[in-house]
T-cell receptor, first 114, second 115 residues
Framework: KAGVTQTPRYLIKTRGQQVTLSCSPI?????VSWYQQTPGQGLQFLFE???????NKGNFPGRFSGRQFSNSRSEMNVSTLELGDSALYLC?????????????FGQGTRLTVV | GNSVTQMEGPVTLSEEAFLTINCTYT??????LFWYVQYPGEGLQLLLK?????DKGSNKGFEATYRKETTSFHLEKGSVQVSDSAVYFC??????????????FGKGTKLSVKP
């Protein structure tokens, strides 16, 4: 079965712009989480959605937002981009949010802010 | 707050050498613990997990035991292969439902195995 699909794979944006990243989870998975990966900070949790509701949120400014649609696909948006937002953004999907269900990660979207 | 500390890399080993990557955690309560692996150009894959104290997770020859008394979850493999070259991440569940949707990761340890 198809894995987690993130689009686009690569993106270059200018400081001050906004960007939208997309994640299509594995068919039947209802939970989607987003992470930011940078060389300096490593992997940091952004937010988790389950059945269109945000369940958890990490410690990121309000410029970072997300949503989940009824088909479980998710988008995250970053407004007023800063150079420090350059990172690999990873999406993970789970069948449910129940205890210990495995999270499957996509290949990520590499965002470069110039 | 909760946190994970793992040994800095990179780690370079010869094929068939023994591998240990140290991981310690700070958490209140009883989180679940995980090791993920990231191969070049790919996303993260779950390698193994343990959900309670003294549990041993194992997969593909890798093992890790959840040690509550030392708050550790060290990754070991008896004989590494070139194909094990990757970045390894230790992680714990950020909430206590054990959901993997809210993970706290260590900084990652890059492993290179030479033939």
């Amino acid at each position: 079965k198809a894995g987690v699909t993130q689009t686009p794979r690569y993106l270059i944006k200018t400081r001050g712009q906004q960007v939208t990243l997309s994640c299509s989870p594995i068919s039947g998975h209802r939970s989607v989480s987003w992470y930011q990966q940078t060389p300096g900070q490593g992997l940091q949790f952004l937010f988790e959605y389950f059945s269109e509701t945000q369940r958890n949120k990490g410690n990121f400014p309000g410029r970072f937002s997300g949503r989940q649609f009824s088909n479980s696909r998710s988008e995250m948006n970053v407004s007023t981009l800063e150079l420090g937002d350059s990172a690999l953004y990873l999406c993970a999907s789970q069948r449910t949010s129940e205890l210990n269900t495995e999270a499957f990660f996509g290949q990520g979207t590499r965002l470069t802010v110039v | 707050g909760n946190s994970v500390t793992q040994m800095e890399g990179p780690v370079t080993l010869s094929e068939e050498a023994f591998l240990t990557i140290n991981c310690t955690y700070t958490a209140t309560g009883y989180p679940s613990l995980f090791w993920y692996v990231q191969y070049p150009g790919e996303g993260l894959q779950l390698l193994l997990k343990a959900t309670k104290a003294d549990d041993k997770g194992s997969n593909k020859g890798f093992e890790a035991t959840y040690r509550k008394e030392t708050t550790s979850f060290h990754l070991e493999k008896g004989s590494v292969q070139v194909s094990d070259s990757a970045v390894y991440f230790c992680a714990l569940s950020g909430n206590y439902g054990g959901s993997q949707g809210n993970l706290i990761f260590g900084k990652g340890t890059k492993l290179s195995v030479k033939p």
